[in-house]
């Protein structure tokens, strides 16, 4: 069993019940007049998440592991968007308003897609989400129990929300995380260093932190 050097200590990595779980590297996050945008940030300091996740994408892929995509986004009608979401903020411009790539975080509009250097491959399941965990009223949880899943490889953005989200409640579904520092990306950089600490701190109390090379060295030896 490959190990991997990682904080706070090495991950025993299992393959064949591994997947790389890559959370919303979609075009609203990560280009500009998209949703994250909107909420005045600098989506710019995303993009270095972008190379070591296609590298580890195609690794993964490479190696036969289950990959599976998620997009935070919500239905045409806006049915699933709560209120207090729509509203938090008081933003100028809401979920589901009209923005260069269509509608905000909306399911089918350009923006909630996913960036076409990570695009998913027929087969690769992608988890449409109306929250920012990624279990929270989607299928995912199913999917990796029928695969046989127990140990999730996280990656994407933005690591105190999205990332963190999920890994909380991964955890308490009892799924091994590891996540990856340089594939996982937020607008802030103290938040950025936090978010990760707080996944290790404790005896890794939600899981582990490595960087991809750690994991790619298990991946391509
Ligand atoms: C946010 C996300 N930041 N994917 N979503 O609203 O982290």
Redesign the pocket.
């Known amino acids: 069993m490959p190990v991997i050097e990682a904080e706070p200590y090495e991950f025993a990595f299992e393959p064949a019940t591994a997947a790389l779980v890559i ?2 590297m979609q075009r609203d ?1 990560l280009e500009s007049g998209g949703f994250g945008e909107s909420l005045g940030n600098d989506v710019s300091q995303l993009r270095r998440t972008i190379e070591p996740t296609r590298h580890l994408l195609e690794a993964a892929r490479g190696a036969g592991l289950t990959v599976i995509h998620t997009r ?1 986004g919500h239905r045409p009608d806006l049915a699933d968007l709560a209120p207090a979401k729509k509203v938090r903020g008081n933003p100028a411009l809401k979920i589901g308003d009209p923005a260069p790539m269509g509608r905000l975080l909306v399911r089918g509009e350009p923006g909630h897609d996913i960036i076409p250097e990570l695009y998913p491959l027929p087969g690769e399941p992608v988890i449409d989400k109306p929250g ?1 965990g990624a279990f929270y009223a989607t299928d995912l949880d199913a999917i990796l129990k029928h695969r046989g899943i127990k140990q999730l490889i996280v990656c994407g ?2 690591t105190e ?2 990332v963190n989200t999920t890994v909380r409640e991964a955890n308490d579904r009892g799924f091994d995380c590891l996540v990856l520092a340089d594939c996982t990306g937020s607008y802030f950089p103290e938040f950025q260093a936090m978010g990760l600490a707080m996944i290790k701190a404790q005896g890794g109390i939600f899981g582990w932190v490595a960087p991809s090379a750690a994991l790619l060295a298990a991946l391509v030896p």
Request: contains cysteine; negative net charge.
């Open positions: 959370i919303d996050f935070e920012k953005v933005t929300v999205c």
